[in-house]
Protein backbone atom coordinates (compact mmCIF):
# COMPACT_ATOMS: atom_id res chain seq x y z
CA UNK A 1 0.00 0.00 0.00
CA UNK A 2 1.23 3.55 -1.04
CA UNK A 3 1.76 6.34 1.73
CA UNK A 4 -1.24 8.44 -0.21
CA UNK A 5 -3.56 5.50 0.07
CA UNK A 6 -2.93 4.98 3.99
CA UNK A 7 -3.52 8.49 4.32
CA UNK A 8 -7.07 8.34 2.11
CA UNK A 9 -9.83 10.57 4.11
CA UNK A 10 -12.07 7.86 6.34
CA UNK A 11 -14.17 10.87 7.55
CA UNK A 12 -17.94 10.55 6.33
CA UNK A 13 -19.22 13.08 3.67
CA UNK A 14 -22.03 14.62 6.15
CA UNK A 15 -19.65 14.69 8.89
CA UNK A 16 -17.03 16.66 6.60
CA UNK A 17 -19.83 18.57 5.01
CA UNK A 18 -20.59 19.43 8.85
CA UNK A 19 -17.47 20.22 10.12
CA UNK A 20 -17.47 23.18 7.41
CA UNK A 21 -20.68 24.89 8.14
CA UNK A 22 -20.18 25.05 11.56
CA UNK A 23 -16.61 26.36 10.92
CA UNK A 24 -18.49 29.03 8.65
CA UNK A 25 -20.77 29.79 10.87
CA UNK A 26 -18.76 30.51 13.82
CA UNK A 27 -17.72 33.80 12.52
CA UNK A 28 -20.65 34.95 10.76
CA UNK A 29 -22.61 33.99 14.18
CA UNK A 30 -20.02 35.71 16.12
CA UNK A 31 -20.30 38.86 14.34
CA UNK A 32 -24.37 39.16 14.51
CA UNK A 33 -23.46 38.72 17.84
CA UNK A 34 -21.36 41.81 18.18
CA UNK A 35 -23.79 44.16 15.28
CA UNK A 36 -26.87 42.95 17.82
CA UNK A 37 -24.68 43.19 21.65
CA UNK A 38 -26.77 40.27 22.26
CA UNK A 39 -26.08 37.50 24.63
CA UNK A 40 -28.02 34.68 23.21
CA UNK A 41 -26.23 35.66 19.35
CA UNK A 42 -22.98 35.36 21.59
CA UNK A 43 -24.32 32.16 22.77
CA UNK A 44 -25.39 30.54 20.09
CA UNK A 45 -22.07 31.30 18.04
CA UNK A 46 -20.19 29.41 21.09
CA UNK A 47 -22.34 26.35 21.01
CA UNK A 48 -21.58 26.12 17.52
CA UNK A 49 -17.43 25.95 18.26
CA UNK A 50 -18.18 23.63 20.94
CA UNK A 51 -20.18 21.39 18.97
CA UNK A 52 -17.15 22.16 16.01
CA UNK A 53 -14.29 20.68 18.34
CA UNK A 54 -16.01 17.80 19.89
CA UNK A 55 -18.18 16.72 16.62
CA UNK A 56 -16.14 13.46 15.78
CA UNK A 57 -16.24 11.98 19.05
CA UNK A 58 -19.71 13.28 19.20
CA UNK A 59 -20.42 10.89 16.03
CA UNK A 60 -18.68 8.14 17.91
CA UNK A 61 -22.03 8.42 20.09
CA UNK A 62 -19.67 8.86 22.99
CA UNK A 63 -21.91 9.38 26.21
CA UNK A 64 -19.03 10.83 27.95
CA UNK A 65 -18.94 13.87 25.14
CA UNK A 66 -22.65 13.97 24.70
CA UNK A 67 -22.67 14.73 28.65
CA UNK A 68 -20.16 17.39 27.94
CA UNK A 69 -22.00 19.03 25.21
CA UNK A 70 -25.32 19.32 26.99
CA UNK A 71 -23.87 20.68 30.25
CA UNK A 72 -21.93 23.29 27.84
CA UNK A 73 -25.22 24.22 26.03
CA UNK A 74 -27.23 24.59 29.05
CA UNK A 75 -24.40 27.01 30.79
CA UNK A 76 -24.23 28.31 27.66
CA UNK A 77 -28.13 29.41 27.54
CA UNK A 78 -27.92 31.02 30.88
CA UNK A 79 -25.17 32.67 30.12
CA UNK A 80 -27.02 34.27 26.99
CA UNK A 81 -28.96 36.73 29.12
CA UNK A 82 -25.95 38.23 30.25
CA UNK A 83 -23.05 40.37 28.98
CA UNK A 84 -20.75 36.95 29.78
CA UNK A 85 -21.56 34.99 26.68
CA UNK A 86 -20.45 38.39 24.33
CA UNK A 87 -17.10 38.70 26.59
CA UNK A 88 -16.11 35.01 25.89
CA UNK A 89 -16.22 35.44 22.06
CA UNK A 90 -13.62 37.72 22.76
CA UNK A 91 -11.44 34.57 23.52
CA UNK A 92 -11.49 32.33 20.49
CA UNK A 93 -9.70 34.29 18.22
CA UNK A 94 -7.01 34.92 20.23
CA UNK A 95 -6.59 30.79 21.32
CA UNK A 96 -7.13 29.50 18.33
CA UNK A 97 -4.24 31.29 16.02
CA UNK A 98 -2.17 30.90 19.55
CA UNK A 99 -2.72 27.45 19.33
CA UNK A 100 -2.18 26.57 15.52
CA UNK A 101 1.04 29.11 15.85
CA UNK A 102 2.55 26.44 18.82
CA UNK A 103 1.86 23.37 16.28
CA UNK A 104 4.10 25.25 13.44
CA UNK A 105 6.95 26.48 16.16
CA UNK A 106 6.82 23.00 18.12
CA UNK A 107 7.08 21.24 14.72
CA UNK A 108 10.80 23.06 14.35
CA UNK A 109 12.16 21.85 17.25
CA UNK A 110 15.14 19.59 16.99
CA UNK A 111 14.17 15.79 15.94
CA UNK A 112 10.80 16.88 14.68
CA UNK A 113 10.00 17.90 10.86
CA UNK A 114 8.89 20.92 10.27
CA UNK A 115 4.86 21.62 9.64
CA UNK A 116 5.02 23.07 6.00
CA UNK A 117 7.85 20.19 5.37
CA UNK A 118 5.53 17.35 6.10
CA UNK A 119 2.89 18.62 3.74
CA UNK A 120 5.59 19.58 1.12
CA UNK A 121 7.23 16.15 1.10
CA UNK A 122 3.59 14.29 1.08
CA UNK A 123 2.41 16.26 -1.92
CA UNK A 124 6.19 15.64 -4.11
CA UNK A 125 5.13 11.81 -2.85
CA UNK A 126 2.30 11.60 -4.46
CA UNK A 127 3.56 13.01 -7.45
CA UNK A 128 6.69 10.58 -7.48
CA UNK A 129 8.83 13.85 -7.13
CA UNK A 130 12.29 14.66 -5.04
CA UNK A 131 12.28 17.39 -2.53
CA UNK A 132 15.56 19.50 -3.45
CA UNK A 133 17.64 21.09 -0.38
CA UNK A 134 16.22 24.54 -1.52
CA UNK A 135 12.56 23.41 -0.72
CA UNK A 136 13.39 21.87 2.52
CA UNK A 137 14.85 25.15 4.04
CA UNK A 138 11.91 27.37 2.20
CA UNK A 139 9.51 25.36 3.67
CA UNK A 140 11.62 24.77 7.27
CA UNK A 141 11.74 29.32 6.68
CA UNK A 142 7.93 28.98 6.06
CA UNK A 143 6.78 27.16 8.58
CA UNK A 144 8.91 29.60 11.24
CA UNK A 145 6.70 32.53 9.23
CA UNK A 146 3.49 31.27 9.63
CA UNK A 147 4.14 30.86 13.30
CA UNK A 148 5.39 34.37 13.79
CA UNK A 149 2.21 35.60 11.64
CA UNK A 150 -0.36 33.60 13.51
CA UNK A 151 1.18 34.80 16.87
CA UNK A 152 1.07 38.35 16.14
CA UNK A 153 -2.64 38.10 14.95
CA UNK A 154 -2.99 36.66 18.37
CA UNK A 155 -1.20 39.73 19.96
CA UNK A 156 -3.69 42.08 17.93
CA UNK A 157 -6.36 40.31 18.95
CA UNK A 158 -5.87 40.42 22.66
CA UNK A 159 -5.28 44.45 22.72
CA UNK A 160 -8.49 44.31 20.73
CA UNK A 161 -10.21 42.32 23.16
CA UNK A 162 -8.68 44.46 26.25
CA UNK A 163 -9.92 47.69 24.39
CA UNK A 164 -13.36 46.66 23.50
CA UNK A 165 -16.27 48.25 25.44
CA UNK A 166 -18.28 48.07 27.48
CA UNK A 167 -17.57 44.33 27.82
CA UNK A 168 -13.97 44.48 26.83
CA UNK A 169 -11.25 42.72 29.21
CA UNK A 170 -10.21 46.28 30.48
CA UNK A 171 -13.56 47.47 31.06
CA UNK A 172 -14.47 44.35 33.13
CA UNK A 173 -12.09 45.33 35.82
CA UNK A 174 -13.05 49.06 35.69
CA UNK A 175 -10.35 50.27 33.35
CA UNK A 176 -11.19 52.82 30.53
CA UNK A 177 -9.00 51.39 27.54
CA UNK A 178 -6.78 54.26 26.31
CA UNK A 179 -7.75 53.29 22.22
CA UNK A 180 -11.99 52.23 22.79
CA UNK A 181 -13.47 50.00 20.53
CA UNK A 182 -16.93 49.06 19.85
CA UNK A 183 -18.42 45.07 19.81
CA UNK A 184 -18.73 46.01 16.09
CA UNK A 185 -15.16 47.97 15.59
CA UNK A 186 -13.32 44.40 17.10
CA UNK A 187 -15.93 42.25 15.34
CA UNK A 188 -15.01 43.44 11.80
CA UNK A 189 -11.39 42.58 12.83
CA UNK A 190 -11.61 40.05 14.80
CA UNK A 191 -14.19 37.89 12.32
CA UNK A 192 -13.50 39.58 9.13
CA UNK A 193 -10.05 41.26 8.64
CA UNK A 194 -8.46 38.17 10.36
CA UNK A 195 -9.82 36.01 7.66
CA UNK A 196 -8.71 38.29 5.53
CA UNK A 197 -5.04 39.02 6.49
CA UNK A 198 -4.72 35.28 6.76
CA UNK A 199 -6.01 34.87 2.68
CA UNK A 200 -3.68 37.70 1.93
CA UNK A 201 -0.47 36.02 3.33
CA UNK A 202 -1.00 32.70 1.78
CA UNK A 203 -2.09 34.01 -1.71
CA UNK A 204 0.93 36.32 -1.24
CA UNK A 205 3.69 33.29 -0.35
CA UNK A 206 1.82 31.13 -3.07
CA UNK A 207 2.99 33.78 -5.56
CA UNK A 208 6.45 33.97 -4.01
CA UNK A 209 6.52 29.88 -4.00
CA UNK A 210 5.75 29.69 -7.97
CA UNK A 211 8.31 31.84 -8.91
CA UNK A 212 10.83 30.07 -6.77
CA UNK A 213 9.85 26.88 -7.61
CA UNK A 214 7.86 26.44 -10.95
CA UNK A 215 8.48 23.01 -11.29
CA UNK A 216 6.20 21.12 -8.66
CA UNK A 217 3.49 18.73 -7.85
CA UNK A 218 0.17 20.96 -8.24
CA UNK A 219 -0.95 22.98 -11.56
CA UNK A 220 -2.10 25.97 -9.58
CA UNK A 221 -3.84 27.22 -6.26
CA UNK A 222 -6.90 25.00 -6.80
CA UNK A 223 -5.17 22.19 -7.31
CA UNK A 224 -2.61 22.40 -4.68
CA UNK A 225 -6.05 22.92 -2.27
CA UNK A 226 -7.43 19.76 -3.76
CA UNK A 227 -4.23 17.85 -3.05
CA UNK A 228 -3.76 19.29 0.28
CA UNK A 229 -7.85 17.97 1.01
CA UNK A 230 -6.94 14.37 -0.66
CA UNK A 231 -3.93 14.16 2.01
CA UNK A 232 -7.16 13.04 4.08
CA UNK A 233 -7.63 13.41 7.76
CA UNK A 234 -5.56 10.94 8.71
CA UNK A 235 -2.53 12.17 7.62
CA UNK A 236 -3.41 15.67 9.10
CA UNK A 237 -4.30 14.10 12.89
CA UNK A 238 -1.08 13.03 12.22
CA UNK A 239 0.51 16.04 11.35
CA UNK A 240 -0.98 17.48 14.26
CA UNK A 241 0.40 15.60 16.90
Not at 13 to 30: D, T
Not at 64 to 83: F, N
Not at 148 to 177: D, H
Amino acid sequence: MTAPEQTSSNEPGPLAALRVILLLAYPVLSHVASLRSEGMWAAAALAGLVVLCLLKPLASLRPWVWAVVLVALVLLYRLGGSSAAWMLLLAPPVVFPLLVAWGFARSLLAGRTPLISSIVQALHARAGMPMTEALERYSRRLTAAWAVVLTTLAAINLGLAMSAVPSGLLAAFGIQPWWPLSHEQWSWVANIADWGLIGGFFALEYAVRAQLFPQRPYRNVFDFMRQMAQLGPTFWRTLLR
